[in-house]
């Protein structure tokens, strides 16, 4: 972390100089609009750091700024001159998809606290490639099946025009059994959405399931209450996480979204992470930092075993996910992808605090749909 | 698609429109008097937006939201003024966009460094909340309406403003011939100093009517300032008449377009096609109607003619 | 004060050492910085062409850099995948080839900037910065929701394409490659500037009306101009998209129109070496400015605004104690 002037805080450097054994870089996004989700991931992951107590390991963290270029030219730059040994961090599926096949084809170690593309779960798989969070439908698939256990029959559905909104409705469309009362693809970044809920109005429908992330999702939900429409909303986490929801406010009481995480998950881990989370940066978890948290005790456990260079071992090790999860029980599938449980949240309010509740499971231990394709 | 469904997308339409015109009168006036090139117009409307978020937030009124956001926005753009504009004033365009290409970098970032990188929370009052119902059985948020009364307030201001007082005497001349209202004992450069606020204002105030109902965060500003120079374009630059016709074209074009281009092509293709392609094109339609406007009047519809 | 033919050749000199200096002391990541800088010069020569001689501001020639970035990104997909481009009756192959690549990249990006020219030199001034910068939202979105090609998650080519006698994927082999394209602009620029063609179009800017007035018809020199400019600028694209191995729609950007005229304005408008100290400042800036601080953004928007305000004509301006052109 650093300041405006440059100041080096303590914890930016875990444990740099020459002793360090293993070299992490992380490429993930502190600057600029969607910066919010890099900040989680890189605390997150830096607190399982600290708390292990090695002096061995040396993370070296840049800004990617949500530019793929940018964030190529920093890959080359951890694998050519930092030499990292594993590599972490980025957000975006766009941007995973220009970094990781190339990075895992020079033998550095990929695991991504945040983003799964669908084209690196299924037949562009590898074997030095491990995803830690999710693959991108699984959220949009645990909805679906949320919805046909609440009784609903007739979803009108939406997200931005781009691949990851198109997997989102395609996910959604998997699971849910029931009629679509109508299919919307919107702007990527539009703001305003009284159009939209015009036509959810006027569409018959009995329930909406949105993907909206960020921003937009905010001016969504503001803009759904605020109209009069009163049919239940469904969505993945991505619109509810820890760090927007106090921007939604009252808009996003009683949501159900999906997730693989919730502060309320019970197991000893995820009580100590969420506490010792606060008392370090004064604020409440989202689901990046818990995926960020986990990436680095996955890395922390294997390291346990062997050192990346003995990649054969490392790579058993890290298959072999013997680490505790903030998530409860914790394996990978075939491709290296998470098989788990996806819960369906509601938004409630504690105090003056928004933050999510579980409800119950919407789906059990649930694998993505691609892990056929993957020829590993 | 029923007819009342047509009806309320329209309103929706003009609604957008309106929200639009907000933000290019300010960015039109400036240009029209000043002949600067105000990329940063876009962080004036992002610090109207926060300043409203933090006193809604400490006092809980959003009237008194809405001044801070007006007088905020409106100091940032008198501090803007006198440090960087007024050295630009003969300058290049090229210049211009440079410099204030810099101040959305700041700006920006500031932001963010004051307030942090997560998006802040900002609400439509209690007692602007909600739908009415509108003759014809039309359920319409009654917020949106009010932007709609305002937008027209404002056009209607600006217009007396500029047709009907001292000052706005002075600014039409300033945009005609700007040495000789000097020489004629008007202090030119308090002036423009006014009017950069004065448009700062307006986009602060945008800003914070809009904030409300969308997501306050660190770039807000950029989508919304692309589409209000497509507006003042369209309308010519300098015109508030222009800017208010402008807008309301580029608000129904927008929403319209993303309504009815895919039930237009489902038409002749297959539905899953036809809803992707139909939202591509609709992305694209605003600036397909600018350029066309353009190529038909190269000053846009009200502009001076060379 | 220096003139301005020694500082050109002092700049290149001194683009070609850092990366050799690299080299020698095996920082292969400052030798892709520096290949970042040169094709960024690069594209920023052909607006250059466009702004410096021609005074025609485009806020819109990220649509020709991402032109080209998309011809490298669909001709090495189709070739990577073994699956020919389908062009209604016509079937054509993909390659690796870089000249094969660079030869399309040019052809695509001229012939748009034809079209693109001869609607928009309809207009002046402020209009036709907004009409490029429109043209350039169209391909924008337009890329976002083309999911043939990736849409917003764009095209990742997995190896760098070829170049007869050349291995591309040792850093200063590729840098080399770069430099020789930007060396040949700035040639091809320099020659444009002294020909009749440049004499006229620098009075066709300064003075239109007297240069229509003694039967000059700045209007077909203009369009020359644009779609020269249009061309180099996308066979840097396709340049940039071998050097990140990746095209997506963030090549089409505005904010990426608006980055090539910083990077003039910091050189100095017209000049010849102008985009390449532009770039290299900038990427030096970009690069050192992200270490020292988080809030990096800030301090680079107030360099730039220093130079704005007290160099006019940009570095090149200073050295020489001359301002540029106006545009």
New interface residues.
């Given amino acids: 972390?650093?300041?405006?002037?440059?100041i080096t805080t303590a914890l930016a450097l875990t444990a740099a100089g020459a002793a360090a054994d293993t070299k992490i870089g992380m490429i993930t996004t502190?600057?600029?609009?969607g910066?919010?989700l890099g900040?989680d991931v890189r605390d997150g992951f830096m607190l399982a750091i600290a708390q292990s107590g090695r002096d061995d390991i040396e993370v070296v963290i840049?800004?990617d700024q949500r530019?793929?270029?940018i964030a190529?030219?920093l890959s080359?730059?951890m694998i050519?001159?930092e030499k990292v040994d594993i590599m972490t961090g980025i957000i975006w599926?766009?941007l995973a998809?220009?970094v990781v096949?190339?990075a895992v084809?020079q033998d550095v170690f990929y695991l991504s606290p945040n983003a799964g593309?669908s084209a690196l779960a299924g037949a562009g798989c590898h074997e030095n490639y491990f995803n830690v969070a999710w693959q991108n439908d699984n959220l949009h698939e645990a909805a679906g099946a949320y919805a046909n256990g609440a009784g609903y029959s007739n979803s009108f559905i939406l997200a931005p025009?781009?691949?990851?909104g198109?997997d989102a409705l395609t996910g959604y469309k998997r699971f849910f059994e029931g009629e679509l009362a109508g299919?919307?693809?919107?702007?990527?970044?539009q703001?305003?959405y009284?159009?939209?809920i015009?036509?959810i109005?006027?569409s018959g429908a009995d329930s909406v399931f949105f993907f909206l992330p960020?921003?937009?999702g905010?001016?969504f939900l503001?803009?759904y209450s605020?109209?009069?429409v009163d049919l239940p909303v469904v969505g993945p986490a991505f619109s509810f996480d820890q760090?927007?929801l106090?921007?939604?406010?009252?808009?996003a009481l009683g949501v159900v979204n999906t997730s693989q995480w919730s502060k309320d998950i019970e197991n000893a881990t995820n009580a100590a992470f969420v506490e010792s989370f606060q008392t370090e940066y004064g604020r409440l978890p989202s689901l990046y930092a818990s995926q960020g948290f986990d990436t680095a005790n996955l890395i922390l456990s294997a390291l346990n075993i062997a050192n990346p260079d003995d990649a054969d071992t490392f790579r058993e090790a890290l298959r072999a996910a013997n680490f505790d999860s903030t998530r409860g029980d914790f394996m990978f599938g075939p491709n290296h992808h998470p098989v788990q449980t996806i819960y369906a949240r509601e938004v409630v309010q504690e105090g003056e605090i928004f933050t999510n509740k579980i409800l119950g499971t919407a789906l059990e231990n649930h694998a993505d749909a691609y892990a056929g394709d993957c020829k590993m | 698609?029923?007819a009342?469904?047509v009806i309320?997308?329209i309103l929706?339409?003009l609604?957008?429109g309106i929200?639009l015109f907000l933000m290019a009168a300010g960015l039109t006036l400036i240009f029209g008097v000043m002949g600067l090139i105000n990329l940063a117009h876009g962080s004036l409307y992002m610090v109207g937006a926060f300043a409203a978020a933090s006193v809604a937030g400490a006092t809980g009124s959003f009237l008194l939201a809405l001044v801070a956001a007006f007088t905020v926005a409106a100091f940032a753009g008198a501090i803007v003024e006198i440090v960087v504009i007024r050295r630009l004033y003969r300058a290049a365009h090229l210049d211009q966009v440079l410099a204030t290409f810099a101040l959305i970098l700041i700006f920006?970032?500031g932001t963010?460094?004051v307030f942090g990188?997560?998006?802040?929370?900002l609400?439509?009052p209690s007692y602007l909340?909600?739908?009415v119902t509108l003759p014809g059985g039309i359920?319409y948020?009654l917020?949106?309406l009010t932007l709609i009364g305002v937008g027209l307030l404002v056009a209607l201001g600006l217009w007396w403003l500029t047709a009907r007082t001292r000052i706005g005497i002075q600014i039409r001349a300033g945009e005609n011939d700007r040495e000789m209202i000097a020489a004629l004992g008007v202090d030119i450069s308090k002036l423009y100093t006014l009017v950069f606020a004065l448009g700062a204002a307006l986009a602060g105030l945008a800003g914070a009517l809009?904030g409300?109902?969308?997501?306050?965060?660190?770039?807000?500003g950029e989508?919304?300032l692309i589409l209000a120079f497509v507006v003042i374009v369209i309308g010519g630059i300098g015109s508030i008449k222009g800017a208010l016709i402008g807008a309301i074209l580029v608000g129904l074009t927008d929403?319209l377009g993303?309504?009815f281009l895919?039930e237009f092509l489902k038409l002749f293709m297959e539905?899953?096609a036809a809803?992707?392609t139909g939202?591509?094109l609709?992305?694209m339609a605003v600036y397909i109607l600018m350029s066309v406007v353009l190529i038909w009047r190269p000053t846009g519809l009200f502009g001076a003619r060379p | 004060m220096i003139r301005e033919g020694y500082i050109n050749a002092i700049v290149l000199f001194g683009f070609l050492l850092i990366p050799i200096c690299a080299l020698i002391i095996e920082?292969?990541?400052?030798i892709?910085?520096a290949t970042?800088a040169a094709v960024l010069a690069l594209a920023a020569v052909g607006l250059n062409i466009a702004l410096g001689i021609g005074g025609l501001v485009s806020l819109g020639h990220a649509v020709f850099f991402g032109l080209g970035g998309y011809a490298m990104g669909i001709l090495a997909f189709h070739a990577q995948n073994y699956i020919p481009v389908e062009l209604g009756p016509l079937t054509i192959n993909g390659t690796k080839s870089m000249p094969i690549i660079w030869l399309t990249a040019v052809l695509v990006s001229a012939f748009a900037a034809l079209i693109i020219g001869l609607l928009s030199l309809r207009t002046t001034g402020v209009y036709f910065i907004m009409i490029t910068l429109a043209f350039g939202q169209m391909f924008f979105?337009f890329s976002?929701?083309w999911?043939a090609y990736?849409?917003?998650?764009?095209l990742?080519i997995?190896v760098r394409n070829v170049f007869p006698g050349v291995n591309t994927l040792v850093?200063i082999q590729f840098f080399g490659l770069c430099f020789t394209a930007l060396c040949v602009a700035l040639f091809v620029q320099s020659r444009l500037r002294a020909s009749i063609f440049g004499l006229v179009l620098n009075s066709a800017r300064q003075t239109p009306v007297r240069a229509e007035t003694v039967g000059l018809n700045p209007m077909r020199l203009k369009l020359l101009a644009f779609v020269i400019s249009g061309a180099i600028t996308g066979l840097a694209g396709a340049l940039?998209a071998d050097l990140?191995?990746?095209v997506?729609p963030?090549?089409f950007s505005w904010q990426l129109s608006g980055e090539l005229i910083v990077l003039i304005i910091i050189g100095g408008v017209g000049r010849l070496a102008g985009p390449v100290i532009g770039s290299a400042l900038f990427v030096t800036l970009e690069h050192f400015l992200?270490e020292?601080?988080?809030?990096?953004?800030?301090w680079l928007g107030l360099i730039l605004l220093l130079i704005v305000l007290f160099a006019r004509g940009g570095i090149i301006g200073i050295l020489t104690g001359k301002d540029g052109p106006h545009v």
């Fill in positions: 972390m650093k300041n405006l002037f440059g502190l600057s600029g609009g910066a919010g900040i840049e800004d530019k793929p270029d190529v030219q080359d730059k050519q001159s599926s766009n998809m220009a096949p190339s084809n593309p025009n781009y691949p990851a198109k299919e919307l693809y919107t702007e990527l970044g703001t305003d009284a159009a939209e015009a036509q109005r006027a960020g921003g937009m905010i001016s503001k803009q605020d109209s009069g760090g927007i106090q921007a939604v406010g009252a808009a | 698609m029923s009342i469904l309320e997308q929706n339409g609604q957008f929200m920006s970032e963010r460094w990188s997560f998006p802040l929370f609400d439509v909340s909600g739908p359920e948020p917020y949106r809009v409300a109902i969308q997501s306050v965060q660190v770039g807000m989508p919304v929403t993303g309504i895919p539905s899953g809803t992707q939202s591509a609709a992305s | 920082e292969p990541y400052t892709t910085l970042r979105f976002i929701s999911s990736g849409g917003e998650d764009g990742s997995y850093p940039f990140n191995r990746f997506s963030t090549m992200g020292f601080t988080d809030f990096w953004h800030i």
